[in-house]
C-alpha cells in the first residue's frame, strides 16, 4: 500500500496542519499590525482548504472537495483582497493596540487551548470504532480552542477592522468543527453557511467605511453615545 | 405551491421595488405584496389545520402548525408595518428629517432602500419558519439580521452607525454559537443517522429520531442554542444590542423586529427544545430557561422605571415579554407551552400599535425624550396619545386586554410545576413594570396643554392605527377559534415530546 493511501498517514496529516492552524490562530493574536494579521488569516484559511481537501480524500466524501473550493476563494482569496483594500481606503493607523498586552494576550490564549482540549476530551468515544470523531480527535480540540481565542480577540480589540478578522477567525474555529466532527454540513447548508460569510463580512466592510466617514475613528471604544 | 409562493412574493416584491423609480409605485408594491403575503398565510394555516403537515420542495420546505403560526404572524405584522409605513415616510419627508444624513444620501434612493429591503427582510423571516432543514434555518436567521442592518442605519445618523454595529457584532457572535450548536445536533445524530446526505439535519428526520442521539453533545449543542438565538431574540444578559437599534432605526423596521424577529429567534430555540427533550428529557433546560427569563425581567425593570427616553423604553419592554416567553417554556407543561404561544400571539398583534404611537409622537414633537416632549399631548394629537396610553395598558398586561390573558396563564403554569419562588418574582417584575410605564406615558399623554400645534392629519397613519387598535381590543374579548385551534395545533406540537 502507497503511503498516500494510508489512513494513519492522512490522520497526521490533518493533526499536523490543524497544530498549523492553532499556531496561526495564536500569531493572530500577538501580531501588532492589522495587514500581516489580514495574511495570516488568509493562510490559517488556506490550511483549513488543506483539511478538507485532506479528509475529503482519504474518507472518499467528494462534498467536502466542494467546502475546500469554496474556503479557497472565499476565505483565500476574496476577503484578504477585501479588507486590504478596505484598510488601504481607510487610511487608518496600522497598529492594532489590544486591551490586553501582547504577552499576556498570548498566555490567555494558551490557557484557552487547554479549555478547548478539557472540552474535546467529552465528544472522545474510542469504543465507538474509527468514526469521524476519533479521526478528528486532536482536530476538534483545534477547532473549540480557535472558537475561544476567537471570542477573546473579538473582547480585546477596539478597532473595527481587527473585530471583523477575529469573528472570522472564530468562524474558522466552527467550519474545522463540521469538517471534523461530521465530514462537513449537508451541502445545502455548507452553501447557505459561506453565503452568509460573504454578505456578513461585506456589510462589516461597509459599516466600518462609514464609520470612519462620520466619527472620524475607528475605534469603537469611542461609539458610546447610547446608554441606558 | 403555497410554502414556495409565500417565499416568492416577498422576493418578487423586494425586486420590484429595487427597479422602481416613483414613490407610489414602490409603496404599491409593499403594500401589495404585505397582502398577498397575509393572505396566503391564513391559507397555510388552513391547510396544516387540515393535515398534519405540508412539505414541498423534496422536503427542503415543511410546514406544521408551529410553523403556520409564526408565518401568521410575521405576515400580519408586515402587513400592518406597510400600512404604516406610507403615512410614517411621507411625513419624515415634510420635516426634512432626512437632511440630517450625514452621508447625504438623495430621498429617493433612501426610499428604495426601504421598500427593497423589507420584503427581502420579511423573506428571511419567512424562510426561517418554512425550511426542513436546520441548518438552512440558521442561514435565514444570520438573513434577518444582515437584510435589516441597513435598515438600522436608515437616518444616517453617527448614532444609528452605532446601533448597526453593535447589532451585527452581537448577532454575529450570538449566531456564531448557535450555528456550533447545530454543527454539534448533526454530529449527535450523525451515528444514528449514518449518511451525510442532505436528509441529515432535516427536522422531519430527526425529530422522530431524537431519542436516539448521543445525549452530553446534545446537551451541549442546547446550551449553545439557547446562548445563540436567546441572542438574537435579545433575552438578557445578551440584550445590550436591542435599546440601541429599536430607538435608532425608522418605527416600522423597528416594530418588525420587536413583533416579528422576535417570534422566529424563539421559534427556532423551539426546534431544539423539542429535539433535546426528546433526547435528554424533558427536565434539562427546564431551569435554564427559568433563570434566563427572569434575568430578562428582572434588568427590565430599573432601566423601565428611570428610563428617559419613549422609544427605548419599548425595547425594555419587548426585552421583558421574550423573558416572559422563555419563562413560559421554562415552566413547561401543557399550561406553560400554551402560555407561551398565546403571549407570542398577544404580543406581535399588541406591540406594533405601540410603536407606531410613538412614532407618531416623535414625528410630531421632534424628540425621543420624555422631558422635552413636555406632556399633555393628548391635546394636540388624541388619536395617537390615547391610544398610547390604551396600549401601554395592554403591553402591561392589564385586563381586559389580552396580553393579561398569556401572563395568566404563565403563571398558572409555574403554580402548576411548583415553581413558586420564580412565580413570586415573575409578579414583582410584572407590577414594577407596568407602575414603571404607566408613570412615564401618563406623564407624557395627560396635562395641561403645551400649546403644540394640532396633528394627526396624515390619514394613512390615523387609519392603520385605528384598525390595529381595534383588532387589539376586540382581542381582549374574543379570540377567534380557528386562530385558537391553531395555537393549540402548536402547543401538541411542542407537548409530544415534553
Redesign the interface.
Known amino acids: 500500500m502507497y503511503f498516500y493511501q494510508d489512513p494513519q498517514f492522512g490522520e497526521r496529516m490533518i493533526t499536523l496542519m490543524a497544530a498549523l492552524v492553532l499556531v496561526l490562530q495564536i500569531a493572530m493574536v500577538a501580531q501588532r499590525w492589522i495587514v500581516t494579521n489580514i495574511r495570516v488569516f488568509a493562510a490559517q484559511s488556506f490550511l483549513l482548504a488543506g483539511i478538507a481537501n485532506t479528509i475529503a480524500y482519504f474518507n472518499h ?1 467528494p ?1 467536502i472537495y466542494f467546502a475546500a473550493v469554496m474556503t479557497f476563494l472565499i476565505k483565500v482569496v476574496f476577503l484578504p483582497i477585501f479588507m486590504e483594500r478596505l484598510v488601504e481606503k481607510i487610511e487608518i493607523r496600522q497598529e492594532i493596540e489590544p486591551l490586553v498586552n501582547v504577552p499576556l494576550s498570548v498566555l490567555i490564549s494558551g490557557g484557552l487551548t487547554m479549555v478547548g482540549y478539557v472540552v474535546a476530551e ?2 472522545y468515544h474510542p469504543e ?1 470504532g474509527p ?3 476519533t479521526l478528528g480527535h486532536n482536530t476538534l480540540a483545534v477547532a473549540v480552542s480557535l ?1 475561544l481565542i476567537g ?1 477573546f480577540m ?1 473582547l480585546n480589540r477596539r478597532k ?1 477592522v481587527t ?1 471583523v478578522l477575529a ?1 472570522l477567525s ?2 474558522n474555529g ?1 467550519f474545522l ?2 469538517i471534523s ?9 455548507e452553501l ?2 459561506f ?2 460569510l460573504l ?2 463580512t461585506m ?2 466592510g461597509i ?1 466600518v467605511y ?2 470612519r ?3 472620524d475613528s475607528m475605534d ?1 471604544s469611542k ?4 446608554r ?1 | 405551491m403555497l410554502l414556495l409562493l409565500l417565499l416568492l412574493v416577498p422576493l418578487a416584491a423586494a425586486a420590484g421595488s429595487f427597479l422602481a423609480r416613483r414613490r407610489e409605485v414602490m409603496e404599491a408594491i409593499n403594500l401589495s405584496s404585505a397582502v398577498v403575503t397575509f393572505t396566503l398565510s391564513l391559507l397555510l394555516a388552513r391547510s396544516t389545520a387540515a393535515s398534519r403537515y405540508v412539505a414541498e420542495l423534496g422536503d ?1 420546505l415543511y410546514a406544521d402548525s408551529l410553523s403556520a403560526l409564526v408565518v401568521l404572524l410575521v405576515s400580519f405584522v408586515y402587513l400592518a408595518c406597510a400600512l404604516y409605513a406610507i403615512g410614517y415616510f411621507r411625513d419624515d419627508e415634510k420635516s426634512q428629517v432626512f437632511e440630517q444624513d ?2 447625504g444620501e438623495v430621498l429617493i434612493g433612501k426610499l428604495r432602500k426601504y421598500y427593497a429591503l423589507t420584503p427581502l427582510f420579511v423573506f428571511s423571516m419567512l424562510l426561517v419558519a418554512l425550511s426542513n ?1 436546520l ?2 434555518m ?2 435565514a436567521i ?2 434577518t ?2 437584510a435589516s ?2 435598515l438600522v ?1 436608515f437616518y444616517g445618523r ?2 444609528s ?6 447589532y ?2 452581537i448577532g ?2 450570538g449566531l ?1 454559537m448557535a ?2 450548536g447545530t ?2 445536533t ?2 449527535s445524530a ?2 444514528v443517522l449514518g449518511t ?6 432535516n427536522w422531519s428526520v430527526l425529530v422522530t429520531k431524537a431519542p436516539l442521539f448521543d445525549r ?2 446534545m446537551r ?1 449543542a442546547f446550551i449553545l442554542i439557547l446562548l445563540g438565538y436567546g441572542t438574537k431574540a435579545g433575552i438578557a444578559p445578551m440584550h445590550t444590542w436591542k ?2 437599534v429599536y ?2 432605526a425608522p418605527v416600522p423596521v423597528a416594530a418588525m423586529l420587536a413583533a416579528a424577529v422576535l417570534n422566529c429567534a424563539l421559534y427556532g430555540l423551539l426546534r431544539f427544545l423539542i429535539l433535546t427533550s426528546r433526547c435528554v428529557g424533558p427536565e434539562f433546560g427546564s431551569n435554564l430557561l427559568i433563570l434566563f427569563g427572569l434575568l430578562s425581567m428582572g434588568i427590565a425593570v430599573p ?1 423601565i422605571l ?3 427616553s419613549f422609544r ?1 423604553i419599548l425595547a425594555y419592554s419587548s426585552i421583558d415579554h421574550g423573558g416572559i416567553m422563555v419563562l413560559g417554556l421554562g415552566f413547561g407543561g401543557p399550561l406553560g407551552v400554551l402560555g407561551m404561544l398565546l403571549h407570542m400571539t398577544f404580543h406581535s398583534v399588541t406591540k406594533p400599535l405601540m410603536f407606531f404611537c410613538a412614532g407618531n409622537i416623535q414625528q410630531h414633537v421632534g424628540t425621543d425624550l420624555f422631558k422635552k416632549a413636555k406632556g399633555g399631548l393628548i391635546h394636540a394629537m388624541p388619536v395617537s396619545a390615547a391610544l398610547f396610553l390604551m396600549t401601554t395598558l395592554a403591553v402591561t398586561g392589564s385586563p381586559p386586554f389580552s396580553l393579561f390573558q398569556s401572563e395568566f396563564t404563565v403563571l398558572r403554569a409555574a403554580f402548576a410545576a411548583g415553581h413558586v419562588w420564580p412565580a413570586v418574582l415573575f409578579v414583582a417584575f410584572l407590577v414594577a413594570i407596568f407602575a414603571g410605564f404607566l408613570v412615564h406615558v401618563a406623564k407624557l399623554v395627560l396635562g395641561p396643554d403645551p400649546g403644540l400645534p394640532p396633528a394627526d392629519t396624515c390619514a394613512w397613519k390615523k387609519y392603520t392605527l385605528l384598525g390595529l387598535a381595534g383588532v387589539v381590543v376586540v382581542m381582549g374579548f374574543w379570540l377567534p377559534s380557528p386562530l385558537y385551534a391553531l395555537i393549540q395545533g402548536a402547543a401538541q406540537i411542542v407537548m409530544e415530546v415534553r
Open positions: 466524501a462534498h467529552s465528544f465507538s468514526g469521524a470523531a472558537f471570542f473579538m473595527a473585530q469573528l472564530l468562524e466552527l468543527a463540521a466532527l461530521t465530514y462537513g454540513m449537508p451541502l445545502v447548508v447557505g453557511v453565503f452568509d454578505v456578513a456589510v462589516l459599516l462609514r464609520i466617514e462620520t466619527i469603537v461609539l458610546r453615545r447610547l441606558g | 427542503l450625514v452621508l432543514n441548518g438552512i440558521w442561514v444570520e438573513g439580521t444582515l442592518v441597513f442605519t453617527a448614532t452607525l452605532e446601533a448597526a454595529w453593535k451585527v457584532i454575529g457572535v456564531s450555528l456550533f454543527i454539534l448533526y454530529y450523525h451515528e451525510e446526505t442532505l436528509a441529515g439535519l452530553t453533545t451541549l435599546p440601541d430607538s435608532e432601566f428611570v428610563q428617559k427605548r
